[in-house]
């Protein structure tokens, strides 16, 4: 017996899978000032920057510009292998980023004489541009941004030299994001890891490796 009946049922099933976007809105952008206590210098010599800790909105955009496609059609296991990373080019207005199992994606940057990052996905026809302000850094090994959206959405994300954070780490960054009135409930840790992040562990230096 041809159980054809059960085909738009399947259809409605494979069609909840995807990510809501607007599940994921915390809030409208708000002014927020540059941390007066970064040291440029620093940020300026790291090459490779890892995101393992963000806001759903901006892992689920991100998500959408690395596989050029709408959020909706995303699923959330595809989350898991997010694997996030930046290469920064000296004197280059491009950095090139590689997440979600695909090859690396380029974004256009440029800093306005107030500190502030104003970025551009190049070739896809999904990426929406904003802007991105540091609000916290340790100098060391983490710098926290907020990213306002052309839509006038408003997320966060961590930046680090490593792929994956301390405890401490995660607190600070935490009452970072909640002082600007930002949901830790809404934060997903995706740290590089072995079995999701083949491709990107084993481009790491093996000073910088962290054993799981």
Same mark, same amino acid.
């Not at 017996?1 to 995807?18: A, E, I, N, S």
């Not at 689920?60 to 709408?70: F, M």
């Given at each position: ?96 980023? %590689?997440?979600?199992? $695909?090859? +690396? =994606?380029?974004?256009? *940057? &440029? ?54 954070? %301390?405890?401490?780490? $995660?607190? +600070? =960054?935490?009452?970072? *994001? &909640? ?34």
């Amino acid at each position: 017996m041809k159980l054809t009946w059960l085909y738009p049922f399947f259809v409605l099933l494979v069609g909840v899978d995807g990510l809501n976007e607007n599940l994921a809105k915390e809030r409208k952008c708000i002014k927020v000032e540059t941390s007066k206590d970064i040291d440029w210098e620093w940020m300026g010599s790291v090459t490779k920057w890892y995101y393992p800790l963000w806001s759903k909105l901006d892992l689920y955009r991100t998500a959408s510009d690395s596989l050029a496609k709408p959020i909706i059609d995303i699923p959330d296991i595809t989350l898991q292998a997010a694997c996030f990373a930046c290469d920064v080019k000296p004197n280059s207005p491009l950095i090139y980023c %590689q997440g979600f199992n $695909k090859t +690396q =994606i380029p974004y256009e *940057i &440029t800093i306005s004489d107030d500190q502030v990052f104003h970025y551009k996905i190049k070739n896809s026809p999904y990426g929406l541009s904003g802007t991105h302000t540091l609000v916290y850094s340790d100098n060391k090994k983490l710098i926290v941004g907020t990213s306002c959206w052309e839509d006038n959405e408003m997320s966060w994300s961590a930046w680090t030299v490593e792929p994956i954070l %301390q405890k401490e780490e $995660k607190i +600070q =960054i935490m009452k970072v *994001i &909640t002082d600007l009135g930002f949901n830790p409930d809404f934060a997903i840790d995706t740290a590089i890891n072995h079995k999701h992040c083949p491709y990107i562990y084993e481009t790491m230096h093996k000073t910088d490796r962290i054993e799981l």
